[in-house]
């Protein structure tokens, strides 16, 4: 469903997003999770989240994009291929496409991330779909059509 705001990707264009700010403005609210877009293009898209406790984003896989993640504040729960793992502050994860990952606060604290995808895909367009949407099964539904693909429920221990 398109809204008419949504982003046309293309070559990084110069400037300042500001903190506390999505570029373009841009902000989205993903099941309980404050996505601010910080930079977009063809070739990256980098997003700041604020992930109150007890939320999280279950084993997906990116067949055709990295993911990174710079934690700025709180603990991540991760898995990354098979293994549980934890990441603080100033820690960098590292998400290869094609291997199964996921993040979780299990904390009381909120936790802060900067992520980036390379290259940006369908991502942005993804986010645009998923804001304000209540329905986990339609998350997952349109998610396989932008190139994210969950795994099945139960299909990771511990997740």
Do not use: C
């Amino acid at each position: 469903m398109m809204t008419g705001d949504e982003i046309v990707l293309g070559p990084l264009p110069k400037g300042i997003t500001l903190a506390k700010e999505g570029m373009r403005k841009k902000v989205w609210n993903v099941l309980g999770h404050t996505y601010w877009m910080k930079a977009a293009s063809d070739s990256s898209f980098a997003f700041e989240t604020y992930d109150p406790p007890g939320t999280g984003v279950p084993p997906h896989v990116h067949p055709l994009q990295d993911e990174h993640i710079y934690v700025l504040e709180g603990v991540f729960t991760l898995y990354l291929d098979g293994e549980w793992t934890t990441a603080g502050p100033g820690d960098t994860v590292l998400m290869p496409r094609n291997r199964p990952h996921a993040y979780y606060n299990r904390s009381e604290a909120p936790t802060r991330g900067l992520f980036w995808v390379s290259p940006a895909g369908k991502l942005v367009a993804l986010f645009d779909q998923l804001h304000n949407l209540t329905d986990p099964e339609e998350v997952v539904r349109l998610s396989a059509e932008h190139d994210v693909d969950f795994l099945p429920p139960g299909s990771v221990e511990g997740a």
